[in-house]
Protein backbone atom coordinates (compact mmCIF):
# COMPACT_ATOMS: atom_id res chain seq x y z
CA UNK A 1 0.00 0.00 0.00
CA UNK A 2 2.75 2.44 1.01
CA UNK A 3 4.89 1.62 -1.94
CA UNK A 4 1.54 2.02 -4.37
CA UNK A 5 1.05 5.51 -2.80
CA UNK A 6 4.71 6.33 -3.11
CA UNK A 7 4.80 5.15 -6.57
CA UNK A 8 1.61 7.79 -7.26
CA UNK A 9 3.57 10.36 -5.67
CA UNK A 10 6.37 9.95 -7.89
CA UNK A 11 4.18 10.35 -10.80
CA UNK A 12 2.49 13.28 -9.81
CA UNK A 13 5.60 14.77 -8.90
CA UNK A 14 6.83 13.94 -13.08
CA UNK A 15 3.43 14.88 -14.98
CA UNK A 16 0.11 15.92 -14.92
CA UNK A 17 -2.27 12.80 -15.27
CA UNK A 18 -5.75 12.22 -14.44
CA UNK A 19 -7.31 8.95 -12.41
CA UNK A 20 -7.49 7.20 -15.53
CA UNK A 21 -4.03 7.49 -16.21
CA UNK A 22 -2.80 6.11 -12.88
CA UNK A 23 -5.33 3.45 -13.12
CA UNK A 24 -3.70 2.60 -16.13
CA UNK A 25 -0.07 2.43 -15.39
CA UNK A 26 -0.29 1.44 -11.75
CA UNK A 27 -2.72 -1.49 -12.78
CA UNK A 28 -5.71 -1.01 -10.31
CA UNK A 29 -9.11 0.43 -10.59
CA UNK A 30 -10.10 3.68 -11.12
CA UNK A 31 -11.79 4.09 -7.41
CA UNK A 32 -8.48 2.43 -5.92
CA UNK A 33 -7.21 6.03 -7.21
CA UNK A 34 -9.85 7.94 -5.41
CA UNK A 35 -9.48 6.21 -2.26
CA UNK A 36 -5.60 7.10 -2.62
CA UNK A 37 -5.53 10.69 -3.74
CA UNK A 38 -7.17 12.48 0.15
CA UNK A 39 -3.83 10.22 1.36
CA UNK A 40 -1.53 11.70 -1.31
CA UNK A 41 -2.59 15.21 -0.79
CA UNK A 42 -1.78 14.79 3.04
CA UNK A 43 1.30 12.78 3.03
CA UNK A 44 2.84 15.73 0.56
CA UNK A 45 1.23 18.41 2.35
CA UNK A 46 3.53 17.21 5.75
CA UNK A 47 6.86 17.26 3.09
CA UNK A 48 5.93 20.94 2.17
CA UNK A 49 4.29 19.77 -1.40
CA UNK A 50 1.08 20.31 -2.39
CA UNK A 51 -1.20 17.99 -4.86
CA UNK A 52 -2.26 20.60 -7.45
CA UNK A 53 -5.85 19.63 -8.52
CA UNK A 54 -6.85 20.68 -12.08
CA UNK A 55 -11.04 20.36 -11.45
CA UNK A 56 -13.58 18.16 -13.75
CA UNK A 57 -15.34 20.28 -16.06
CA UNK A 58 -18.31 20.54 -17.79
CA UNK A 59 -17.85 20.00 -21.48
CA UNK A 60 -21.09 21.32 -22.48
CA UNK A 61 -21.21 24.67 -20.42
CA UNK A 62 -17.70 24.41 -19.12
CA UNK A 63 -19.01 24.70 -15.48
CA UNK A 64 -15.98 23.91 -13.19
CA UNK A 65 -16.24 21.90 -10.32
CA UNK A 66 -13.75 23.85 -8.05
CA UNK A 67 -15.56 23.45 -4.38
CA UNK A 68 -15.82 19.71 -5.35
CA UNK A 69 -14.54 17.96 -1.85
CA UNK A 70 -14.30 14.78 -3.04
CA UNK A 71 -12.27 13.00 -6.05
CA UNK A 72 -14.43 10.51 -7.41
CA UNK A 73 -16.29 11.74 -11.01
CA UNK A 74 -19.15 13.54 -10.53
CA UNK A 75 -22.30 12.11 -12.54
CA UNK A 76 -23.49 15.06 -14.21
CA UNK A 77 -23.30 18.73 -14.40
CA UNK A 78 -25.74 21.04 -11.39
CA UNK A 79 -26.11 23.69 -13.76
CA UNK A 80 -26.71 22.24 -17.27
CA UNK A 81 -27.22 18.02 -16.74
CA UNK A 82 -25.43 16.88 -18.95
CA UNK A 83 -23.10 13.98 -18.44
CA UNK A 84 -19.69 14.84 -20.35
CA UNK A 85 -17.41 15.94 -17.81
CA UNK A 86 -13.38 16.29 -18.28
CA UNK A 87 -11.62 14.76 -15.94
CA UNK A 88 -9.88 16.30 -13.33
CA UNK A 89 -5.81 16.09 -13.37
CA UNK A 90 -3.65 16.24 -10.59
CA UNK A 91 0.62 17.19 -10.15
CA UNK A 92 2.35 17.53 -7.16
CA UNK A 93 4.81 21.11 -6.99
ZN1 LIG B 1 -22.68 21.80 -17.77
Same mark, same amino acid.
Given at each position: MTTLRQR??????EE?????????ILSIREKEVYEHLPHIAKSVAAAGETLVI? /???CLNCEYT????? *??NRPG?? /??CREGHI??????? *?
Open positions: MIELLRELDALDLSQH /PYVFKERS *RFRC /PRRMATYII *R
